[in-house]
């Protein structure tokens, strides 16, 4: 299992090579978090506990929100997410987690033809 | 020690907090002790583990009474059919629906049937992604149905379904 520590936090953004005026792009996105999962005590009950995960992201371009995700701890390790976005002008891509102890972890790309 | 360094951390942000109300209302508004502490409440709660669920009843939840269509081609699913660490497993959903202003895909819920929870995620799309596809990864607790249910922005449901096969658990929250 990769090594979640010092890093947290710190999110990559990965966009095409190139990218051409009115196509549909795909962009990855990673953030390191280690996505807390259940511990249980000897009776198999969770332990009742606020766990370390991240429950949204947002997506926005040149400001406006183009895709949400909720996301429980049933997401991996370093929550990964791949979606399209239609460009039709250069802007700006802001990615934005935020987890259950509410700090929020942001990264951007800068898209241009 | 930690508690203490815990509690001064949510103090600041609550701070922060509060400071992003008075900048965007640009009133400048007193919160007591009270608010400060309701905050923290709410806070508190999101990470506090929530009761199992069985499949059905997670599919009640999201979707009511609503009938749900198979999704006959329109919907594809990617996901290997054995994950030999269910703690790391990519899923592809895959909608060959319209992306239009008028008709579009709304919302796209994975599922894991075998998981405690069974909701993996769910993905809010706008007409401007330009097409409905999302990958990520989830976590499988054991050999489990995966489901991609797709929501269009008129109510309308399609579903997939595909069988994985996991070795390992992954201890799905």
Same mark, same amino acid.
């Not at chain 2, 059919?81 to 269910?86: K, Q, R, Y």
């Not at chain 2, 049937?113 to 993996?120: A, W």
């Given at each position: 299992m990769a090594e979640v520590g010092a890093d947290i936090g710190r999110v990559r953004i990965r966009l095409p090579a190139t990218i051409s005026q009115g196509e549909v792009i795909r962009i990855r996105a990673l953030v390191t978090h280690p996505m807390e999962i259940l511990s249980f005590d000897k009776d198999q009950k969770p332990l009742p506990k606020n766990y370390q995960f991240v429950y949204q992201i947002v997506v926005t371009y040149n400001g406006k929100e183009i895709l949400q995700a909720e996301t429980t !701890?049933?997401?991996? !390790?370093n929550p990964f997410v791949a979606f399209p976005l239609k460009v039709t002008e250069p802007g700006k891509l802001v990615i934005t987690f935020t987890d259950t102890h509410g700090k929020t972890y942001e990264g951007s790309a800068e898209i241009a033809f | 020690m930690k508690c203490t360094l815990d509690m001064a951390k949510l103090t600041r942000r609550n701070l922060l907090r509060a400071w992003g109300i008075i900048g965007s209302t640009g009133v400048i508004v007193s919160l007591g002790l009270g608010g400060f502490m309701q905050v923290a409440a709410q806070q508190a709660q999101l990470g506090m583990p929530k009761p199992d669920e069985k499949v059905e009843d997670t599919i009640n939840r999201l979707f009511g009474n609503r009938s749900i269509a198979p999704a006959d081609g329109k919907v594809k699913l990617e996901a290997p &059919?054995?994950?030999? /660490?269910?703690a790391v497993v990519p899923v592809t959903v895959e909608a060959d629906l319209p992306m239009t202003p008028q008709n579009y895909v709304k919302s796209i819920y994975i599922i894991a049937? /075998? $998981? +405690? +929870?069974? &909701? $993996?995620a769910k993905f809010s799309l706008t007409p401007e992604v330009g097409q409905a596809t999302i990958s990520t990864n989830i976590r499988l607790a054991q050999t489990t149905d995966v489901r991609a249910v797709v929501e269009m922005n008129d109510g309308a449901l399609y579903m997939v379904k595909q069988a994985v096969k996991v070795t390992v658990g992954g201890c799905g929250g």
């Open positions: !701890q049933a997401v991996s !390790q | &059919l054995i994950a030999e /660490n269910g049937d /075998n $998981n +405690r +929870r069974p &909701l $993996n």
